[in-house]
Every structure is written in C-alpha cells, then in structure tokens.
C-alpha cells in the first residue's frame, strides 16, 4: 500500500501536467485567432466599415488584400470600388475609388 504522501506527490505532478498542457493550448488558440483576421477579412466586416463611412455597400463581391501593416484591401461591392484600410481596432478610412 502507497503512502497518502507518495500518491498526493504524484497527483500533484498529474495536475500540475496537466495545467500546463492547458495553459499551453489556451495561449496557442490565442494566437490563432489573432492572426487569422489579419490574414481574411469577412466579407460581412469589410461591408460594415464601408456603411459606417456613409458609404452604401450591401455586400461585398470581390476583396484583395493590399497590405498587411496597415490592413489595407481594396473592395468592390455591388455599388462601387472601396480601399479600406484598417489601423487599429476602431480606426478605419474608407475611399471611394471608382
């Protein structure tokens, strides 16, 4: 029979392995998800920065991706051509380039 303080060692190591493991996984998906908008827009996000310029766009029909500091793309709704760029979380300048 195991003493109560060889089993609570290794139960502590099994947590703590454990914790790690999670932590580890946590940071990596938060990586992820701040990349991956920098790399595609949605369609739906870039539409919503145009209309809050005043501007119309019901939905976007082509995107290309311009630059990537600032995010720069060039958009084409089905009401005009748009460069939209992006330098922050709320900073967004839309210009009409048709």
């Known amino acids: 029979m195991k003493s ?3 089993t609570n060692r290794s139960s502590g190591r099994r ?4 914790s790690i493991a999670v932590a580890t996984l946590g940071v990596l998906a938060v990586g992820w998800l701040t990349v991956v908008p920098a790399q595609d827009m949605a369609n739906g ?4 920065a145009i209309r809050s310029s005043n501007q119309p766009c019901d939905r ?4 290309e991706r311009v630059s990537e500091k600032p995010a ?6 089905n009401s005009g051509h748009y460069e939209v760029t992006m330098t922050g979380d709320t900073a967004t300048a839309v210009v009409s380039i048709d």
Not at 15 to 18: D, E, N, P, R, V
Request: hydrophobic share 40%; charged share 25%; net charge positive.
């Open 4 to 6: 109560r303080t060889t």
């Open 15 to 18: 947590q703590w392995h454990s």
């Open 45 to 48: 996000t870039l539409a919503g």
């Open 60 to 63: 976007v029909l082509e995107k």
């Open 72 to 77: 720069i793309w060039r958009v084409r709704c």
